[in-house]
């Protein structure tokens, strides 16, 4: 029967592709062996109750393949009909090229850009030993499967990631490995020559090698990777890409192209497949129900002890309360301190972690300067109730366990370096903004202020550029009330991932005061005038408060903009009563590009679109015209 089922599952992925002359073919006719096997045999989720906390979860992190994915989840019961499978890759569809994540209908995470799916997965094994310890073994205890191709392993993140698997010991961990020597272009081994065994045990991973075409070889491997407890698992399968099709297979022509009339034809004779691919037997359905039916009855036992322990067990249920609650508690006011913020941001973020157990994170080797830290016990295979990650300077992999922890439940992920370095983490933030997830990335070091460090160091463009990735949330808080909004709205669940932009300098206390509900607007006016209005956000809003104070003679109006994609939002007329006046001066150190998207029109923009320079602060601030003598000398300009 397991012969007959993988052939369906081949004709099902195949025939799909096919129809919508798109997609990749090779890797799920090359691994729907090891997808049958996992799915039959070990693989804990319910199709009754896709989103199950305690579930098994599945990363395809070869995402090329999905239609192997598709394919498993319509033959498990899961809402995926076949006409679904049929619109695959067609607009609106619940089949697009890439996995995209649902958890109504069993995908755990976004996957495509390769690596990332790999590193996400070390996210979710993180999450799961985290709240396992938090929780307990009867309530949180499941493993992190997952299918990774040559170009995943190519990838620098997944190197990264599975060194920090390794470190943790994040047993709960089984990757297969689909090793069919062909990528996009030709054979892998044209440009590469590592040995994915010998690198993955020098790491401190358990390490196996089957045939991945061998049914009883790939359950063995699980089972014996499911007795390695303290390293994550990679099971190098051997297989053949585009398996069946005759004179595809094992080809780079299968990869990435439709098999084509002839070739699909031929490939359904090898097959003995003489009916509509679309057209299954009903044992073909039936021969997962035995083990989605033990599934949904071991839902149901957990479910029955879940609310048992919550009646009985008060430990328990103040924390399975606080970890569903997202109640951040009330702040003791920092009002009139003078601080850089990402030292506030530390109070701050230390005072969230006292009032909830959903937060964890950490920085890329960078807690003594980013200042973002929680507690003081640290995740580690000793303790994994730690909250604080140390992830190294592996900002690549720390991005997409960030998400993989988010994406794991109601925990809120969060990592920290220097804002220039965001430039590693964009392929993470990209993706948590397309799924929609929590994550937070909180960058300091946010100008050319932070100094004698340098161009290298200093960012120009990160902060706009941020700005492009839609429905990301890019924060500039300046004054502490600005940053406890910031904090607050930055770990809420509003299905979104936020960027926090805080300074490496100290920032002049400013007394204003604005309500949460019309700080998360965007933009709001903090002190009226009608000659003239200044944008300004972070660190620059004690610049304008600056030039208000130098120019007395003028009634100035300033307006604080610490969440400026917001105002995107807004409709002209209230972006128009924002501004108010003839002439608008934005200030920002970093490129002026973008500001007329959000504000339309514009007098002059005060910003830097040249790298920095290494010197001191105050230099900087006279070579790049940010002295009040040298701003003030050019607005004048305009109003005369």
Known sequence: MFDKVTKSIRVLSAAAVEKANSGHPGMPLGMADVGVAIYKNFLKVSNEKPDWINRDRFVLSAGHGSMLLYSLLHLNGFDLSIDDIKNFRQINSKTPG??????????????????????????????????????????????????????????????????????????????????????????????????????????????????????????????????????????????????????????????????????????????????????????????FNEKRDRDNEELNKWEENFNKKYDEDENFKENWDLLISNDLGRLKSNSGEKHASRILGSKILEQFSESTNSIIGGSADLAASTKQIIGEDYFSSDNYQGRNLEFGIREHAMGAITNGITLHSNLIGYASTFLVFSDYMRPSIRLASLMNVNSVFIFTHDSIYLGEDGPTHQPIEQLMSLRLIPNVDVIRPSNSIEME??????????????????????????????KYDEFIKGGYVVSDGDD????????????????????????????????????????????????????????????????????GRLTKTFSIDTFGESAPIEDLEKNFGFDIPSITKEIIKYLN
Do not use: C
């Not at 709205?489 to 509003?494: K, Q, W």
């Not at 100035?556 to 903009?561: A, E, G, P, Y």
């Not at 128009?576 to 006046?581: D, R, V």
């Open 98 to 287: 890439h996995p995209e994540v649902d958890n109504s209908m069993g995908i755990d995470t976004t996957t495509g850009p390769l690596g990332q799916g790999f590193a996400t997965g070390v996210g979710f094994a993180v999450a799961e030993r985290y709240l396992s310890s938090l929780l307990g073994k009867d309530i949180i205890d499941h493993y992190t499967f997952g299918i990774v191709s040559d170009g995943d392993l190519m990838e620098g993140v997944s190197f990264e990631a599975a060194e920090l698997a390794a470190v943790w010991k994040l047993g709960k961990i089984i990757y297969f490995f689909d090793n069919n020597n062909i990528s996009i272009d030709g054979a892998v081994d044209k440009v590469s020559v590592t040995n994915q065994k010998n690198k993955f045990e020098s790491l401190g991973w358990h390490v196996l090698e089957i045939d991945g075409h061998n049914e009883k070889e790939i359950i063995n491997s699980v089972k014996k990777a499911k007795k390695i407890e303290d390293k994550p698992s990679l099971i190098i399968a051997k297989t053949t890409i585009g398996k069946f099709a005759p004179n595809k297979e094992n080809t780079s022509g299968v990869h990435g192209s439709p098999l084509g009339n002839e070739e699909m034809n031929k490939f359904l004779e090898n097959l003995d497949w003489n009916v509509d691919p679309f057209l299954h037997s009903e044992d073909i359905y039936e021969y």
């Open 485 to 514: 909004h910031s904090y607050r709205y930055a770990f809420s669940y509003s299905k979104n991932p936020k960027v926090l932009s805080l300074t490496r300098q100290d920032l002049d206390y400013l007394e204003i005061d604005v």
């Open 532 to 599: 003239f209005t200044i944008i300004a956000s972070g660190s620059e809003l004690e610049i304008a408060f600056k030039i208000k104070a130098a120019l007395l003679e003028y009634s100035i109006r300033i307006v604080s903009v610490p969440i400026l994609n917001k105002l995107s939002n807004m409709k002209n007329e209230e972006i128009n009563e924002l501004l108010k006046n003839k002439h608008v001066f934005p200030i920002e150190l970093g490129r002026s590009i973008g500001w007329e998207s959000y504000l």
